[in-house]
């Protein structure tokens, strides 16, 4: 039980700078957030500020924390799906992916081919889902407004897909251990394949609006600039890792699902800055719809969950007509209980390394859940990249890095 | 360097630009990334041809057909897979066909769902004595309905639940009771889903039943203890 | 690794290499997976926290470490005892361990020494409890009061719980999740001496 104190950074703490000549300046405190649309969500920011030079930030954050962790361990496996949709609210479906995988490694159950696929499509699709919220956001931040119309008019088009899948735009609750909730359609995946073959001419028309504009460029350039090294130490993963010029990617380094099968190249960028961060998002967007063409277009036929007696729900038909069903149907929602033991798994979500570190302990619900999320991880490099930064840059750094805090809250 | 370096840079003392291939070799990195860089074109430093460009595409959307929708007096198109509210499924005599076994209380993650069961003499023996669903808690996840031993709760296509009070949105059996009918398509679609693996019909539970199953020995518990 | 002290857990489901090693022990080792090249851990990938209320030590401190250079992700566990909540800080060797170690001691009290700014991240300064430890219910335990302004005074106030339908959830129960027989084998304390 301690009880401490705030310590809040202020002015009185700060060596005064020295006068240069007459131009005498003091340093500033501002609170940024938590409710500036800048700071994408609930955010706070305590700066300050030498003029328009950053001189120290400090990240407050807990605004959104719903202790997610703790009602892991009152909820049964599959409950505690409905969390993990709302961690980062812009791929939900590649949050569900992630908790599934964990979990079927703890049990050890074996997910049949064609779940694998779909479970691939998906998570392909929220990639593309958050860069495009992402580009949309971080056009708006720079000053790029109707580039925010655009990538929503896509996004909207993409929800529109998953709800005929999934019966639900956001937070979708798809995801079942050992499967997926439906099957994917044929008529469906025709309309993807349509979708698709469109998108890449949209990924053109962003960039003819973004990359080669001249504002945008300048916004962006040598802002926020981390070395390799910083990154690593800062444990920053996904495309804010790879700008740095490391080309490390989950699906290549520590492969799941199909991607071994799968033919994409991991972008990296050279300098570490803003301006890298985009391009390597933008690039990964064109290498998801190439991905996602190769699996709608040999998608393994068979079962969409597994044909596991144990640890899926029975056949709804045998339920309503056999009794030993309908125990079994009772058994598995009420006392699943996979086996002892412990297990870290981690997808490559939109925004980094994405783990879950589960601990069991043979009961129906988790002992301990943990929750590596990479928004939280990745803003601890905001501290490195704005200090130095003029205030105009903090904006375009946050963009840059893009975090989600229903993520990095928990 | 090029001329557009001198743009405003952070003035700290920020990292040199490292170079291509300069990060220092990982296994875990991939071997052949595909390294991303684009300097300006004199066309785009230049501002006018890509700031005219652009302006033209956003011309030429105004006369694309809208992809919006004018939403309440244009509805959107309602599929069977679509997750409204949950509702009861009542019987041709008015009944509700749930026996109030209280599996979609359980599962129910936000814990929307409250049932009191109570006897009954016709031939269900149980059934609902109160049956409300907090529609403010709910999440339309469908778990209810995928549980449900009886078919009795399903998705609704109703996805506009408004009300002036939160007791408007505390639905009891009067509210939630549809005739099966009006829900045909979303049972159709759950009978449909829910068959999984079954389709094939080629697989029939193990002999002697699931509980005995060789991979699960030593983990059964025994059935009639719970 | 195991000349430093580390004993080799037996292997889990996901087959990752899991140390375990003491608190003294822990600082060298961590300097010795940083900086040795054979070893080369860059990234410290994830920190969390155990609450075992029936084990000595009670607590443990779980480290997810990836060697870059190898592809190679270990897990090492520090055992940190309730009586003296404290273990040393690794923020000098990864630079991440900075937020993992504040959200650690957030969430379950457990102290990192030599961390330069440890305070709370998640929940706001000042709150009593670590809401991760077993003993701290799932309702939380003070949400029955509020604060109120009434005539310019501020007061508290008792609520009408907002339970749940059909939610009687049993309060704390330290017995319940014995995590005897975890495959790591560490001790657990009998029955009746269930704290």
């Known amino acids: ?410 | 360097m090029s001329p557009h370096d001198a743009t405003p840079a952070g003035p700290g003392p920020g990292p040199a630009p490292v170079a291509a291939g300069a990060a220092p070799r990982f296994a875990a990195a991939v071997a052949n990334p595909k390294v991303l860089r684009r300097e300006l074109t004199l066309n785009e430093r230049l501002f006018v041809g890509p700031f005219v460009k652009a302006l033209w595409y956003t011309f030429t959307r105004m006369f694309r057909k809208d992809i919006t929708r004018r939403y309440p007096e244009q509805k959107m198109e309602v599929k069977p897979t679509l997750h409204g509210v949950p509702v009861l499924v009542m019987k041709e005599d008015g009944a509700p066909r749930c026996v109030a076994c209280g599996l979609c209380e359980f599962v129910c993650p936000p814990r929307a769902i409250d049932i009191q069961p109570g006897e009954t003499d016709r031939p269900i023996e149980r059934e609902p004595k109160t049956f409300v669903i907090d529609m403010l808690r709910c999440i339309e996840c469908s778990y209810c309905e995928e549980v449900c031993p009886e078919e009795a709760i399903v998705m609704s296509t109703e996805y506009e639940v408004v009300g002036r009070r939160r007791e408007d949105f505390v639905w009891d059996l009067k509210k939630l009771l549809k005739p099966a009918q009006e829900l045909a398509a979303r049972i159709a679609w759950v009978r449909k889903t829910y068959k999984r693996w079954d389709a094939a019909a080629e697989i029939a539970p193990p002999p002697g039943g699931v509980f005995r199953d060789p991979r699960w020995a030593g983990r059964e518990r025994p059935v009639d203890s719970h | 690794m195991t000349a430093l002290g580390a004993e080799v857990l037996p292997s889990t489901q996901d087959g990752l290499a899991a140390f375990r090693v003491g608190r003294d022990a822990w600082p060298q080792l961590a300097q010795a997976m940083k900086r040795d090249p054979q070893l080369a851990f860059e990234l410290l990938v994830d920190v969390a926290g155990a609450d075992f209320p029936r084990r000595r030590p009670r607590f443990e401190v779980v480290y997810h470490l990836w060697s870059l250079t190898f592809n190679r992700l270990v897990r090492v566990k520090v055992g940190v005892p309730e009586e003296d909540p404290q273990i040393a800080s690794v923020v000098e060797l990864w630079g991440s361990a900075d937020w993992h170690e504040r959200e650690t001691f957030d969430l379950f009290g457990i102290r990192f020494a030599g961390h330069p700014d440890l305070r709370r991240i998640l929940l706001p300064d000042g709150y009593p409890w670590h809401p991760l430890r077993k003993d701290f219910p799932v309702e939380g335990i003070d949400n029955s009061i509020c604060y109120v302004r009434e005539g310019g005074v501020l007061m508290t106030r008792e609520l009408a719980v907002d339970r749940p339908a059909g939610a009687d959830r049993t309060p704390v129960d330290l017995s319940r999740g014995d995590p005897a027989g975890f495959s790591d084998g560490a001790p657990t304390l009998p029955e009746e001496g269930a704290k």
């Open chain 1, 1 to 410: 039980m301690t009880t401490l104190t705030e310590r809040i950074v202020t002015v009185a703490d700060l060596p005064q700078p020295p006068g240069e000549g007459d131009l005498h300046s003091e340093p500033m405190e501002l609170s940024m957030g938590p409710q500036h649309p800048a700071t994408h969500g609930v955010l706070q920011c305590k700066l300050i500020l030498d003029g328009e030079k950053i001189v120290r930030i400090d990240p407050v954050m807990g605004y959104l924390h719903r202790g997610k962790e703790k009602h892991a361990e009152h909820m049964t496996y599959q409950q505690f799906f409905t969390l993990t949709d709302r961690l980062d609210y812009l791929q939900p479906l590649a949050n569900e992916v992630g908790w599934a995988l964990t979990v079927e490694k703890l049990a050890g159950i074996e997910v049949p081919a064609r779940a694998q696929a779909i479970r691939t499509i998906i998570c392909e699709f929220m990639r593309l889902s958050a860069h495009l919220v992402w580009a949309g956001i971080g056009g708006v931040d720079t000053g790029a407004v109707s580039m925010f119309m655009y990538a929503f008019r896509d996004r909207e088009a993409l929800f529109d897909l998953l709800d005929e899948l999934t019966g639900l735009r956001t937070n979708q609750e798809y995801l079942r251990i050992g499967g997926v909730g439906t099957d994917l359609p044929a008529e469906l995946i025709v309309k993807m394949k349509a979708w698709i073959a469109d998108f890449p001419a949209h990924i053109d028309q962003f960039e003819l609006l973004l990359t080669g504009n001249r504002i945008f460029h300048q916004r962006m350039r040598g802002v926020g600039q981390i070395s390799a090294a910083q990154a690593i130490d800062l444990g920053v993963t996904g495309p804010c890792l790879r700008a740095t010029g490391v080309g490390v990617d989950l699906r290549r380094a520590r492969p799941y699902l199909l991607y071994p099968q799968l033919e994409f190249d991991v972008p990296v960028g050279t300098r570490g800055d803003a301006y890298d961060r985009y391009l390597v998002r933008i690039e990964e967007m064109r290498q998801s719809t190439r991905i996602l063409k190769q699996l709608l277009d040999q998608l393994p036929a068979g079962d969409w969950i597994a044909k596991d007696w144990k640890n899926v729900l029975p056949p709804k038909g045998r339920v309503y007509t056999s009794m030993e069903e309908m125990i079994h149907q009772f058994k598995t929602v009420t006392d699943w209980c996979p086996p002892k033991g412990e297990v870290y798994q981690a997808t490559e979500a939109a925004n980094g390394e994405l783990g879950f570190y589960l601990l069991s302990a043979g009961e129906s619900h988790p002992y301990r859940v943990k929750i590596r999320s990479p928004s939280f991880i990745n803003l601890q490099a905001l501290k490195p990249m704005a200090i130095g930064a003029w205030f105009g840059d903090i904006v375009a750094i946050i963009a840059s890095l893009h975090f989600i805090m229903g993520e990095c809250d928990r």
